[in-house]
């Protein structure tokens, strides 16, 4: 049993060495679904930092943090990140989209165009992406310099989210949407209606920061010739703008 004991020692100091890394400092996720294309892609591996907004009840991977609301040694996200955040209707999910609005804003999509606080958000056509226009839209600063430029994709502008009422971000609450506006469940559709709605503070993980590994999981893994193909190198460690 001792020399059982002492085997089991180092295994259980790296996975609670491991358990700490990645309730303090980052956490893997995996991208699922194409909501932030062309920004993310299905298959990206990304890290997200948690000491970027401090902690809050969801910070530990495995649900050892206690119920609070609010966030400890919080820090204010800027608009345009790119947040890894719990579902509001289900907490055990994890979703990750653009941080649109901030507390007090008011979020309106008009004929496929955005709008903060009644002003249109610029953007300006730059290609093509998968037969979908691929715009550059420049979101308003949420303190000081320029705003945030980031890329998004849009079908056409009058899908079914893309003339919406006016949201007003409540306290301590946030806006999300996907840079793939037209296929995208977000902030846009009520939790209530199957959506995610507005995210409380205490919902946030961790700001995407870095992709780690991208791999298209259309290819098996028992393709093995295909490999070389499935594994996009060009994404490899790539910033999360």
Same mark, same amino acid.
């Given at each position: 049993?001792?020399?059982?004991?002492?085997?089991?020692?180092?295994?259980?100091?790296? +996975?609670?060495?491991? +358990? /700490?890394?990645?309730?303090?400092?980052?956490?893997? %996720?995996?991208?699922?679904?194409?909501?932030?294309v062309p920004t993310l892609l299905?298959?990206?591996?990304?890290? !997200?930092?948690?000491?970027?907004? =401090?902690? &809050?009840?969801?910070?530990?991977?495995? &649900?050892?943090?206690?119920?609070?609301?609010?966030?400890?040694?919080?820090?204010?996200?800027?608009?345009?990140?790119?947040?890894?955040?719990?579902?509001?209707?289900?907490p055990a999910t994890t979703y990750?989209?653009?941080? /649109?609005?901030?507390?007090?804003?008011? /979020?309106?999509m008009r004929a496929g165009r955005?709008? /903060?606080? @009644?002003?249109?958000?610029?953007?300006?056509?730059?290609?093509?992406?998968?037969?979908?226009?691929? %715009?550059?839209?420049?979101?308003?600063?949420?303190? &000081?310099?320029?705003?945030?430029?980031?890329?998004?994709?849009?079908?056409?502008?009058? @899908?079914? %989210? @893309?003339?919406?009422?006016? %949201?007003?971000?409540?306290?301590?609450?946030?806006?999300?949407?996907?840079?793939?506006?037209?296929?995208?469940?977000?902030?846009?559709?009520? !939790?209530?209606? &199957? =959506?995610? =709605?507005?995210?409380?503070?205490?919902?946030?993980? =961790?700001? !995407?920061? +870095?992709?780690?590994?991208?791999?298209?999981? !259309?290819?098996?893994?028992?393709?093995?010739?295909?490999?070389?193909?499935?594994?996009?190198?060009?994404?490899?460690?790539?910033?999360?703008?």
């Amino acid at each position: 049993m001792k020399a059982w004991i002492r085997e089991l020692k180092p295994i259980l100091l790296a +996975l609670g060495f491991v +358990l /700490i890394v990645r309730t303090v400092v980052a956490e893997p %996720y995996r991208v699922p679904s194409p909501s932030m294309v062309p920004t993310l892609l299905i298959g990206d591996e990304l890290i !997200a930092s948690k000491f970027a907004y =401090g902690y &809050g009840k969801y910070s530990s991977p495995i &649900g050892l943090m206690p119920d609070f609301s609010g966030r400890l040694f919080g820090k204010t996200p800027e608009r345009g990140d790119v947040v890894v955040f719990r579902l509001p209707r289900d907490p055990a999910t994890t979703y990750v989209k653009r941080l /649109i609005g901030l507390p007090g804003d008011r /979020i309106q999509m008009r004929a496929g165009r955005l709008y /903060i606080n @009644d002003v249109i958000v610029p953007r300006r056509a730059v290609g093509t992406f998968d037969n979908a226009t691929l %715009y550059l839209e420049t979101l308003p600063a949420s303190s &000081g310099g320029g705003g945030r430029e980031h890329e998004l994709v849009e079908i056409s502008d009058s @899908d079914r %989210y @893309d003339d919406t009422p006016q %949201y007003v971000v409540p306290s301590k609450h946030y806006f999300m949407m996907g840079d793939n506006r037209d296929n995208s469940l977000d902030s846009r559709i009520a !939790a209530a209606d &199957g =959506g995610v =709605g507005f995210v409380p503070e205490e919902n946030l993980v =961790g700001r !995407a920061d +870095l992709v780690l590994l991208s791999r298209d999981p !259309a290819v098996s893994w028992l393709d093995i010739a295909e490999w070389p193909r499935a594994l996009r190198l060009a994404r490899l460690f790539g910033r999360v703008n």
